[in-house]
């Protein structure tokens, strides 16, 4: 009868650690997930943040990608040297130049993107794992 007793409190003993330990758990997932919530608010913050800029580069790009089918009319008695150098020459390293300075911005809001994308996966993978991690304790 001893001996039983000994075991029970054995087995009590050990729930309570299990218990405290799984509360310990808990906390720490919690507190984690409130981080993750945190971040992730200040994320889709900065998003917003982000939206106009993203809508003003799809303008541009709408307005510079519709490129004028015409081209400057010819002076009177002008040679065809001066109108490619006086006229030609200047439309086509603005059109370059513009074209260049969108091309500069798609990368740059592609790379940001994609850094805001991968930061938001992976603590959403975090945050899901804390939660599953926990979840199967205390079943």
């Known amino acids: 009868m001893a001996l039983q007793i000994v075991e029970s409190r054995e087995d009590v003993q050990l729930l ?3 218990k405290e330990q799984a509360l310990r758990d808990k906390k720490a997932a919690e507190k984690c997930a409130e981080t993750a919530e945190k971040q992730l608010k200040s ?15 799809s303008k541009e790009i709408k307005e510079y990608g519709i490129v004028k089918m015409l081209l400057p009319e010819a002076g009177t008695l002008e040679r065809a040297a001066t109108y490619r150098d006086k006229k030609i020459k200047p439309l086509f390293l603005q059109i370059k130049n513009k074209v260049g300075a969108m091309a500069a911005q798609v990368k740059e809001l592609t790379k940001e993107v994609e850094n805001w994308k991968s930061i938001y996966v992976s603590r959403k993978g975090s945050r899901k794992a804390a939660l599953y991690k926990y979840e199967n304790k205390n079943c």
């Open 16 to 18: 309570k650690e299990s």
């Open 43 to 57: 994320l889709e913050e900065r998003r917003e943040q982000l939206q106009p800029i993203m809508d003003n580069v």
